[in-house]
Every structure is written in structure tokens, then in C-alpha cells.
């Protein structure tokens, strides 16, 4: 990857136009793909982008050596089945996607062998959607990982690591698809569901006069893309029920101990709790 | 209450160091008591009181015309039981503990007939413990509670009221104990309860480098006073086992959810979740 790449973001949502908005000011040459029009001419007025379309053609997407999917999973597979043929030979094609095993092997299975696919996740975003809301730094100092198969190339994690870099992250990983969807399940999803739950226990209106931020904090992702996580969830399917478990058990075994005034264990686990977060504060 | 009122803070911990800082500073003349006497140096070098002790006599309390306890739930009802005697006259008792029913009663019906208690809870703090950890400013904005019984004067109330807005709440609001216990028990017991179980599930060290901030947010408060909360746990118990249960039923309804495809009912308590959400967002 040089300084002459010229980078196709297809999707310009919240994230691809954090993307789009991030590589464009560094001076790299990028064009936009959306369904819609006025995204188009958004991305253009904002000079986020240097040039965009909404019809996927050969002539528009072959000039770009990186295209990365910023769509929703179904999407992105629709896309790599149809337009494919669009890409340039050589290509190298990444993507966004909040789970990886069900989108990687499958990817790679269709694509021509002369475009290669490497799969990335930025583990960055906001609870807002759309291009309105991009952020060209809401990808400083977070985590990226790139999940590679023995198919990809040593280049093709290279130049992942490399997107991940320009686009700000602090901390690149790599992991196998299977560890990532794991961790993903545990760190991500589980915390949605939970988040989710919490706002469907009661009709609180009344509450917001009495809260205080610990309610605040843990509801925050409760406002949840209801069109994009359905999906996520059911492709990490068995590894999300997996950690909903290992959650329900814990939170039971603190249930059973308040109910038995069992004061050691309650103790113990906040112990266990307040030793394990310290590792999170950002540093 | 006026400009001459002097002010007692019972336990310069966060919260009451935070309140003398902030009560100082608006020109009231605060004593301060704690059970050790570096914190009363660093109180008095620190100019957030005027004058503190380790003794609890006479002499020193009856100095007082609202006194202030933040001290644990049973270490104030000890207190009250073994020096009550040292109060003034027509002082006023407040409190700034976390339950309400299990306190406010039991203070009021030990309590001398000249000296009254108005209960409150300040819906503010940081995770952090100690004097060294005051903040003056972490009160700016948040909400308030007071909550009184038949016992209480309009006075005592007014006063409580007025206590909180020279603090800097910025949401003052009357309920009674029960009302408060419910609320507090979903909003602030429960949601320590989930996060203190989520840091349970596993040994996290290795999840650091791949966490977004999803799993930041809703663990912030995991780092817990494992001395305080399983005392407030206990005192709140019925009402606190309650709300989990109505949680472990959301969240278990969505984990069927899941299981079962069921895509119509996950995407429902997303739009309810988001929906329901949007009313905590600050102003």
C-alpha cells in the first residue's frame, strides 16, 4: 500500500464515512459506493470523498486498489455475489463486519482468486447512525483486529494493519475468526443484550428525574441499530447464547447470595470484580 | 437556614469530603468528624472545613446546627445510638445514605424529640473512595432525593431542599422511603449487581486489547466498595431481588429469542430499548 492507493468505500455509513473522511484528509484518493444519492452528493460537499456513484459498475469500481465493505453482513455477501466481477484484478478487499467466522470463510469461498480478502474489525463507533454522524476520530486510540485465514497473504495483513494505523487505532491485533467472534460474543454482544433488557424491564419516564450515571453508563448502547444487531446476533448465534449463559449463571449466583445473606460471597465477587475492571481503565 | 447556619459533615469520605469542599467554599462555617485524624489534617490543610475531630463530645457537636452524616448505614445508626446526646437542640439531621426505608424509621424513632431527621440521597459519586478523591463539582447538575415521613417538618424539608440546591443538584425531588428503595433498587442496585456478575463471568486480562468501549461503559461501576454496597444490598434486599428477577426475565426472553430465530421479538425490545432510551440522554 503507497500514497497512490486509491481506496473505494462502499457504504457510507457512520463508520464508512468515518473511514472515508479519516483516509480523504490524508491526502489518499477515495471514492464512495451508497444506495443513495444524496449520501453521494453529501460525501462529496463535505469533501470526504473525491468522487461517488450509486450504480456499481465495472468502469467506476475497477480503479481502486482497496475497496472496503462498510455494510451490513447480508448486504456485504449480496454485493461480493453480484457485483464481484466489478473489481479491479488484484485488488485487495477488507471490511468492517461486527462478526467474523459466518462472513470470512464464506467471502473467501466466493471471491475470484486473483482479488484477495482480508477481514478487519474496528472496534470503534457511536450509538448515532448515517453519515451526519461520522467522526474521523472516533477510531483514535481503540482497538482493530484483523482475523486472517491460512488463505490470506502476509501483504494482505500488512495492509490491513496498515488501513488500521492511518485510521488512528491504538492497538492492532490479529486473531482467528473463532477467537474473535468469542471475544466479540463476551465483550459486544452480551453487552447489548444486557443493556437491551435493562430497558425493556419497565416503562421508566418517571426514572430519569432520579438517576444517577451508573443507569446512564449501562443503558447508553440500549440505543441499538434494530436493523443491523438482529443480524449480527444470528450470525454468532451459538457463541452469543454461549456467554448469555456464563452471564446468567454469575448474575444468579449473586442473586442466590443477596436472597441468603450470604455477605462473603457478595464480598467476594465485587472483590473479584473491582481487581478485574482496574485492568480496563484506559490509559 | 441562613448564611450563619454552622454544618457538621459526619465522615469526610468522598461524598462528605465533597460536601464540606463545596459548602466551605460558599462561605458556611463546616466542622468535620472522622474516625482518623490524617484525614482531619488533610481536611483542615485542604481548607474544606474549619475546625474537625476525632472525639465526638459535646462540646464539638453541639457547635452544630445541621449536621450532616455520610457515613455507612450502620455506622450511622450507631452513632446516633451512642451520641445523640452531643446534638444541639433544634439541630437538623440529614444523611446522604443509599437505602432509605431501613434508615429512616429506625433514626427517626431513636432520635431525641428536639433534634430532627430529614433523609436524603444525593444521586451523585464517582468510583472512587477517600478524601483524596472529593470533588466539589461532581454534584453539578445531578439529582436529589428527599425523602420524608409524616414525622417531618415543611421546615426540615425546605431546608433538605435547599441543602441540595447550594450543593449544586440540579434535580431536587421529594419520595417517600418506599418510592426511593424501588427506584433506587432498579436504577442503581441492580445495574452495580450486572456489572459486577459481567466481570465475574471470566478471567478478562486478555480481553483489554480488544475492548470497545461498550464493555467500558457498562463495567465502570464493577469497581466497587465491597464494604458499603453488600450492607446497602442487605438493607434494600426485598425490593433489590425483585428487580432482578423482573431483569433476569427480560433478559431471558431475549436469550429465547435468539435461540429461536425469532427475529421480530429481538427487533421489538431493540425499538423498545432505543425508544425508551432516548428520554436519558442528557440535557
Known sequence: MDKESKILIVGLG?????????????????GGLSARQST????????????????????????????VFALYPKKFIEWISLYQDCLKSGALVTD???????IVYRIQGMLRSDV????????????????DNRCAEVFDGA????????ANTT?????????????????????????HDEMIAFLS??????????????????????????????????????????EL????????????????KEFGRLKNAIAADDIDTVKEMMITSTERRKLFNKK
Chains 1, 2 share one sequence.
Open 14 to 30: 457512520m463508520i464508512g464515512a468515518s473511514y472515508a473522511e479519516k483516509l480523504h484528509g490524508l491526502g489518499f484518493f477515495v
Open 233 to 248: 446476533f444470528a450470525m454468532n448465534k451459538e457463541q452469543l447464547l454461549a456467554q448469555m449463559n456464563l452471564f446468567e
Open 116 to 131: 484477495e480478502f482480508i477481514a478487519a474489525h474496528p472496534m470503534a463507533g457511536r450509538e448515532l447512525q448515517g453519515i
Open 189 to 230: 454482544q452480551l453487552t447489548h443484550c444486557i443493556a437491551v433488557s435493562l430497558m425493556c424491564c419497565k416503562e421508566s419516564r418517571h426514572l430519569v428525574d432520579y438517576t444517577g450515571d451508573s443507569f446512564r453508563d449501562l443503558t447508553r448502547i440500549a440505543n441499538i441499530n434494530e436493523n443491523m444487531w438482529p
Open 40 to 67: 453521494i452528493d453529501k460525501a462529496i460537499e463535505s469533501n470526504i470523498i473525491d468522487c461517488g456513484s450509486i450504480d456499481v459498475t465495472k468502469e467506476f469500481v475497477s480503479r481502486f486498489d482497496i475497496v
Open 96 to 102: 468492517v463486519t461486527g462478526v467474523k467466522s459466518a
Open 143 to 150: 482497538n482493530y483486529i484483523i482475523t486472517p485465514t491460512p
Open 155 to 179: 501483504k494482505a495483513i500488512d495492509t490491513a494493519a496498515e488501513i488500521g494505523r492511518l485510521l488512528g487505532f491504538g492497538h492492532i491485533s490479529v486473531l482467528s475468526p473463532e477467537e
